[in-house]
């Protein structure tokens, strides 16, 4: 296929086989015993997408639970006045909409692509099949949920600050969960453009708070990204002594 007739095509029209490095990538699967696993595999379908693309839209149908493989999405919806809010970023090794696709109701977010990334979706009914066969993946999808309502509750706590720098700092931590985005590690990768969206503050404002961060100690700006140094203080946005 020619390469720019491949670009054209919509993000569902880009799916194809996952890798195996993919694979690798996707944290529940090694939860899995042999017969799951290889009944997971075969339905397991990756995406290709460009910045802007949506994996999930507002009224939609569910047919996937979706995961990051790489790259970067945002969790927002738009009020009546027009306005997004955001409501989660969604770095490697997440994956997100389990409560949509264990109820079957269509989706109450937008799911869009900030840059070039990979998503990998399970189909429903084999999401389903699982929860109904496999104990590794029951628990997986519990601390999902689990944390996913930590992180909402913790989201809806930050709005309300006033405060740019705690927003930044509350809002890098949430990053940083191991149990949702097990494959961010130390190092995130992330523009100041990309988190200010995430934030909800202007690319300016991000920097100053960064460079606040960084000279508590608390963070490492490093190339194409952040290193995080210590997680407990972004998380309580303790300024070190």
């Not at 194809?16 to 696993?37: V, Y």
Request: glycine share 8%.
């Amino acid at each position: 296929m020619d390469p720019r007739t491949h670009q054209d095509l919509s993000l569902h029209q880009r799916r194809r086989s996952p890798t195996p490095q993919e694979l690798d990538g996707i944290p529940w699967l090694h939860l899995l015993l042999p017969a799951e696993r290889e009944r997971a595999v075969a339905s397991l379908l990756v995406g290709d997408a460009k910045a802007g693309d949506y994996v999930c839209r507002v009224g939609r149908p569910v047919t996937y639970w979706f995961g990051v493989v790489e790259g970067l999405l945002k969790m927002s919806t738009d009020n009546a006045q027009g306005q997004t809010m955001t409501y989660a970023g969604l770095p490697p090794g997440g994956w997100f909409g389990e409560g949509t696709t264990i109820k079957r109701e269509p989706y109450r977010y937008n799911i869009q692509a900030l840059r070039k990334s990979v998503v990998a979706g399970l189909p429903i009914d084999s999401f389903h099949w699982l929860l109904d066969h496999s104990i590794g993946f029951n628990r997986f999808v519990m601390n999902q949920l689990n944390e996913r309502l930590g992180q909402f509750i913790a989201a809806r706590e930050i709005d309300r600050l006033n405060n740019p720098d705690v927003r930044v700092a509350r809002s890098l931590a949430s990053l940083f969960n191991p149990v949702l985005y097990p494959g961010v590690g130390e190092v995130l990768r992330i523009t100041q453009q990309e988190l200010a969206y995430l934030v909800g503050l202007s690319r300016q404002r991000v920097n100053e708070a960064l460079a606040a961060l960084e000279a508590q100690g608390t963070i490492r700006v490093e190339y194409g990204g952040l290193r995080v140094l210590d997680l407990a203080a972004l998380r309580s946005s303790v300024t070190p002594p």
